[in-house]
Nanobody, 122 residues
Framework: QVQLVESGGGLVQAGGSLRLSCAAS????????MGWFRQVPGKEREFLAT????????YYADSVSGRFTISRNNSKNTVYLQMNSLKPEDTAVYYC???????????????WGQGTQVTVSS
């Protein structure tokens, strides 16, 4: 059974940084693409970033490109999201996701984490 466990969320002031982590188990991690989404109440889950199995391919949503960086450590079965220059509009629940292939929306995602809250104060 695939498990994705996020950590690293919290409260930060605007302009600050956070690093989210997602520890994966129950899958051949090095063969799967990993990614991050976020969601605020009443809105659809928003794609943020994805990274291929070899970390050679990454894609970002325009809303976070240049501020957020996705990376992975296959020896630790962990994917990260470094978030810099945070804005109040980045406040959301952040979800880790996985799929056998790269993805840029929720439809190819095969497993989700439980989510971690990120709150950015102005």
């Amino acid at each position: 059974q695939v498990q994705l466990v996020e950590s690293g969320g919290g409260l930060v002031q605007a302009g600050g940084s956070l690093r989210l982590s997602c520890a994966a188990s129950g899958l051949p991690f090095q063969n799967y693409a990993m990614g991050w989404f976020r969601q605020v109440p009443g809105k659809e889950r928003e794609f943020l970033a994805t990274i291929g199995w070899s970390a050679g391919a990454t894609y970002y949503a325009d809303s976070v490109s240049g501020r957020f960086t996705i990376s992975r450590n296959n020896s630790k079965n962990t994917v990260y999201l470094q978030m810099n220059s945070l804005k109040p509009e980045d406040t959301a629940v952040y979800y880790c996701a996985t799929s056998p292939s790269l993805f840029r929306d929720y439809r190819p995602v095969t497993s989700w984490g439980q989510g971690t809250q990120v709150t950015v104060s102005s």
